[in-house]
Every structure is written in structure tokens, then in C-alpha cells.
């Protein structure tokens, strides 16, 4: 059953806190990847992880750092969030060179 | 770095008639253009894609054409059903797997 797994799938926090994202994927994929989605502006990538222990920056990381210690598990974390995070986060996998990405069902994430 | 933009932002059609949504991007070594579709409070889900060294590609209603020359590509959805109402999101990777996403277009299906 190929599926990707988000928790939590709405998540409330005020400024200054910290935010625990996760995500699991079951179909052994090599690649993980978190994106942030923001109205009008499509998918922007925040990091790529190409295996574990082995992450790089996308085009937005600033205020985000992730944690990848098994194949299956890919963590975002934000350590003081801000107002400006507010958004929908979502996870991805896929396997081999540009291949079909397969993608969580979010988690909506409302700074205070 | 790439940048690909979506030029409908929304886009309505009867059912029965083709729909066409339209994406252009800058780097010129973009070579991989996926189409994703994203229904109401879902995740986004592959629907077709075209590599650089074929210029059409076809499954089913879905048609793709890349214009390299102009750095354009394309969806055509033919025979449009209201099940098609979604919104696309086109990409383009540049990179190994590294994907930059257009901001998507509202595809509404009239009955």
C-alpha cells in the first residue's frame, strides 16, 4: 500500500515555540522531501533528502532544519516559529532519477 | 535559479470540452515536466509528465507538448468530465529531482 503519512495533520502554535513535523513513507523510497504551499504561490521546496543522513537546502530553508535517521521517516523541525510560517507543509517521496513524487495530505500549521 | 510560470490561474470549461493550461519556464537545462493534480484539502497527485527528448506525450484524455525553443509546455485534457475539476500544478527540474512548481491553475468543469 504506497502511502505517505503526515502528523499532525493541523497543528496550532504560538510564535516563539517550537513545531515537530513528521512524515513516513512505506514504500522504501530514497528520496524525501518537504515543501511549504502558500496561496498564489505554488510549491516552494524548504529541503531534499536524498537518503539518510544526507539533506540538502531547497530554495527556502531559512528557520527550518530536518531530521532523517531512518529511510522511512523524514522530520521537519522549526525551532522558534514564526508568524510568517504559517502555512500548509506538505511531505513527498520518490524513487530514482526524476521520478513521480508522492505526496502527503499536509498539515495545515497556524502561528499565533 | 528556474522559474516556471502557470499563466491561467483559473480556467472553466464545459463538460465534454478540452482544456488547455499552459506553463513556460527560464532554465534552458530543464529537462523533466511533470503535471500534478491537487483536489480540495488533498495532497498533490502525479497525473503525466514529459522529458525533454520527446516534444508529446499522451495517456488517455491527458495530452503533454514541450516547445523547447520557446521553453513552453502544456496540458490538454481532452473530453473533460467534472471529476477533472482540480487544481494542476506544472513543474520543471533543472536539478536531480529538484523540482520548481508553477502556482497552479483552478480547472473548474461545467455540467
Given at each position: 500500500d504506497m502511502k505517505v503519512t503526515q502528523m499532525p495533520r493541523y497543528l496550532i502554535k504560538r510564535m516563539g515555540e517550537n513545531v515537530l513535523l513528521e512524515c513516513g513513507q512505506d514504500?522504501?523510497?530514497?528520496t524525501m522531501y518537504w515543501y511549504r504551499q502558500d496561496p498564489g504561490l505554488g510549491l516552494q521546496l524548504i529541503y531534499i533528502s536524498?537518503?539518510?543522513?544526507s539533506n540538502s537546502e531547497g530554495d527556502i530553508p531559512k528557520g527550518y532544519r530536518v531530521s532523517r535517521k531512518k529511510r522511512e521517516h523524514f522530520s521537519l523541525i522549526l525551532d522558534?516559529?514564526?508568524?510568517?510560517?504559517t502555512s500548509v507543509y506538505f511531505c513527498a517521496s520518490s524513487q530514482g532519477k526524476n521520478a513521480e513524487q508522492f505526496f502527503g495530505p499536509g498539515t495545515r500549521l497556524t502561528v499565533l | 535559479g528556474e522559474k516556471v510560470e502557470q499563466h491561467e490561474s483559473t480556467l472553466s470549461v464545459r463538460e465534454g470540452d478540452s482544456a488547455v493550461i499552459n506553463c513556460t519556464y527560464t532554465?534552458?537545462?530543464?529537462s523533466y515536466f511533470p503535471w500534478y493534480k491537487q483536489e480540495a484539502g488533498k495532497g498533490l497527485h502525479f497525473v503525466i509528465d514529459i522529458r525533454s527528448n520527446v516534444d508529446r506525450k499522451q495517456s488517455q484524455r491527458l495530452i503533454v507538448l514541450l516547445d523547447k525553443k520557446a521553453k513552453r509546455f502544456s496540458l490538454h485534457i481532452t473530453a473533460?468530465?467534472?471529476?477533472?475539476?482540480a487544481i494542476y500544478f506544472c513543474a520543471a527540474s533543472p536539478n536531480y529531482n529538484v523540482l520548481y512548481f508553477g502556482s497552479g491553475t483552478k480547472l473548474t468543469v461545467e455540467p
Open positions: 514504500m522504501s523510497h530514497e536524498y537518503d539518510v543522513d522558534s516559529a514564526k508568524t510568517n510560517q | 532554465d534552458t537545462a530543464s473533460t468530465q467534472p471529476e477533472d475539476s
